[in-house]
């Protein structure tokens, strides 16, 4: 089939319509049938053609109307009678030549050779208006001609064309991630026209484009399952090819790794677990009875200190019931009890294979320090002092020391760790209920003024009281990053470099503030604060705005929640919002059991409670199953609703977006499922009248 164009100019440039018509010729069944419009350089498109026009190759962008194969590379071959443009052109299979008439006069006897790209045609002069071409695609590979009936001929080499395809680099076929899981997809292109545009698929969902190398996209919040990753590659001639691997993402699992040997998990009592929860809920695993003789002060169990193993828990008040115990940490299967015989137990601190509890008596008999075997329980040493039944905190166990509160009005006493020998003491006033920190190879005190203290002569190196007042009981210093926090009449920090109190805070502020990364939080009334290390408000963590909530005991801090018990129960707040991820409550019945007076202990993916009715509780993080949607319900008011059953605490969030073709990183959270009940959840979107189409996707956190 022979084509025409009509030449027109139009400010500089020239627009060709190309139309098809037939001219008795052979069509060739490689050429497509289509109607297109393409705009050319000046250079090209000449009003009166030289025979010297050179060769010339563009891709041109098609609009198809109907079923139409892609077309490779074009290259344009000019002729007059003098010859034509180029003596030797070289091409790839599949390419298409564009032998073009430009002679006034003469037809173009035009001859191909040999097969399978033998041809005759008789292309017409230009006219003035039309000049006629022959748009011939060669197939095979080799080394074929072209000849005119003047004795001009044309080599045309004809190179085994590279098939597009990419390859995918990473994540490797079969690959296993956790979910939600987010990781970058890099691929190569190879073959084709370049440039080339890569696309990103997980399933049938696009994850973004990119134009250039290194090609890589970004896969984000896959949920658990297993999942199909495409990358789609089109090249310069709108040519596409794919490639696929299967990747399989595991259910989210917390990261909660470690020991909580004491409180605030260590001698800087920070109140820090590194790692996250993941947005699963803690479901109950096992419960330990600890009941002993009941009297008007009701079960007391100290907060539990957990190491090699095990959880280490004092028991008793007042002469009553009074020991220390440990239980198989996984189990809750008690291993040994041990019963000093005094009228106050402290909380336990564990380091090194040992268990240190403060044992308090009247003020004419002897208290000790004693260090138990964690294994057996058995006494390693007892160490006395002198005391007026004080209760303590946990004491605490750094650089081979042991630094606790001890004395008739209260001070400040270092033991050898190994043979509990006390190698100093220093007088201090103050309340009970209090211990030391250490941080850097120095010990710290708040007692109404701050003291940096040496931990071997137990001198003092500096202290800070301008600024600082207020009580010190149930409540201790944390240290991180060259900063002390702690709670008096405010809440303050102090410099540990300049030696100078560095902020204050005023706000009802009670316990022992907890910092993480960076962020400083305190229990303020009924909610807890948090604030920048530089004492610079960030938010609430509320758990019943405008209602009520008694927070008690100390806080823990991960990577993305926070921990605290209340009156009504444990909260965990999600960091990044200050929203309620899970709570149980502090009512008996299943599945909870908790009940009013819990302190809290987190270690190794497990959070411990120790309650008031005289049982250790274990909770562990539960996977959740697949999501079904289930319920979709427009509301009267024309929201809309849904709902589905999993796992009861769990934490799913809601993503919509009026383009399901979107990435999951273009799409809009909305918020999260709320559990309304044990297991089941629900979801109302009040936004739906002011959009035409809405898709909603649920992810696990």
């Known amino acids: 089939m022979i084509e025409r164009r009509e030449l027109t100019s139009t400010k500089g440039a020239r627009t060709a319509t190309w139309n098809l018509f037939d001219a008795g010729e052979q069509e060739s069944s490689k050429i497509p049938c289509f109607f297109l419009a393409a705009l050319y350089n000046e250079l090209l498109m000449k009003s009166k053609p030289s025979p010297s026009a050179r060769l010339f190759i563009f891709v041109i962008s098609v609009l198809v109307f109907g079923n139409w194969e892609s077309v490779a590379s074009t290259v344009e071959l000019d002729w007059t009678s003098s010859g034509f ?67 001009h001929s044309v080599t045309v080499t004809v ?191 564990y380091d090194s294979g040992a268990v240190f509890v403060q044992q308090d008596n009247g003020a004419n008999t002897s208290s000790y320090l004693g260090s138990f075997d964690a294994a057996t329980g058995h006494t390693n040493w007892s160490a006395p002092y002198v005391s007026q039944v004080f209760q303590h905190m946990a004491p605490v166990a750094a650089g081979g020391r042991i630094f606790a509160d001890t004395g008739y009005y209260h001070g400040l006493t270092g033991f050898d760790e190994a043979g509990g020998s006390q190698q100093w003491f220093v007088q201090l006033a103050g309340s009970d209920q209090w211990t030391p920190a250490y941080y850097n190879g120095e010990v710290y005190t708040w007692l109404g003024s701050f003291t940096e203290w040496d931990p071997a002569t137990g001198n003092a190196n500096w202290t800070v009281t301008n600024g600082l007042s207020g009580v010190a009981s149930s409540r201790t210093v944390t240290v991180a990053n060259g900063r002390a926090y702690f709670i008096g009449n405010s809440l303050y920090s102090v410099n540990l470099a300049t030696r100078t109190n560095a902020w204050s805070v005023s706000g009802g502020f009670s316990g022992t503030p907890a910092i993480a990364n960076g962020i400083v939080y305190a229990i303020s009334n009924k909610v807890v604060s948090a604030f920048t290390t530089n004492g610079i408000f960030v938010r609430q963590y509320d758990p019943n705005p405008g209602g009520y909530e008694n927070f008690s005991g ?40 908790l009940y009013y007076g819990d302190t809290l202990t987190l270690a190794n993916n497990t959070l411990y409670v120790t309650s008031t009715d005289g049982y250790v509780y274990a909770y562990t993080p539960a996977s959740t199953t697949a999501i079904a949607l289930t319920g979709a319900t427009r509301l009267g008011n024309g929201s809309f609703r849904f709902g589905f059953t999993n796992t009861p605490g769990a934490t799913f969030t809601v993503w919509g977006s009026t383009n399901v073709t979107l990435p999951l990183s273009n799409w809009t959270k909305l918020g999260y499922m709320t559990n309304v009940s044990a297991g089941q959840y629900q979801f109302t979107d009040t936004n739906v009248p002011s959009k035409p189409r809405g898709f909603y996707r649920v992810s696990s956190p």
């Open 554 to 593: 100390p806080l823990i801090v991960t990577d993305d929640v926070l921990v605290a018990a209340g009156a009504y129960g444990v909260y965990f707040f999600r960091l990044a919002d200050g929203s309620i991820q899970q709570q149980i409550s502090s009512y008996s019945g299943p599945p909870y059991y």
């Open 159 to 349: 190179n085994s064309a590279t098939p597009l395809s990419v390859t995918i680099n990473a994540p490797t076929n079969n690959a296993v991630f956790t979910a939600p899981a987010t990781f970058a997809v890099s691929a190569v292109p190879a073959g084709g026209a370049a440039p080339y545009q890569l696309r990103f698929y997980a399933d049938n969902n696009q994850n973004g484009p990119a134009y250039s190398s290194p090609f890589a996209g970004v896969i984000t919040n896959l949920p658990a399952g297993n999942h199909n990753i495409k990358v789609v590659v089109t090249d310069n001639n709108s040519n596409t090819a794919s490639n696929s691997i299967a990747v399989s993402v595991t259910p989210s699992q917390a990261t909660l790794t470690g020991d909580w040997p004491t409180y605030g998990n260590g001698p800087a009592h920070t109140g820090y677990l590194p790692g996250k929860l993941n947005g699963l809920p803690f479901v109950l695993k096992w419960k330990s009875p600890m009941q002993y003789s009941p009297n008007s002060y009701g079960n007391v169990l100290s907060q539990a200190a957990i190491g090699g193993g095990r959880l280490y828990v004092s028991v008793g008040y007042y002469s009553s019931g009074i020991s220390v115990r440990a239980l198989d940490a996984n189990t809750g299967q008690p291993l040994w009890t041990n019963s000093p015989g005094v009228v106050f137990l402290g909380p336990p601190t």
């Open 85 to 151: 443009s180029s003596s030797h052109i070289t091409i790839n299979t599949g390419d298409e030549v564009d032998i073009a008439n430009f002679d006034d006069t003469f037809d173009l006897q035009l001859t191909g050779s040999p097969a399978p790209n033998s041809f005759y045609s008789d292309i017409p002069p230009f006219d003035g208006t039309y000049y006629y071409y022959l748009p011939y695609v060669y197939s095979g590979s080799g080394t074929f001609y072209l000849s005119d009936e003047f004795g």
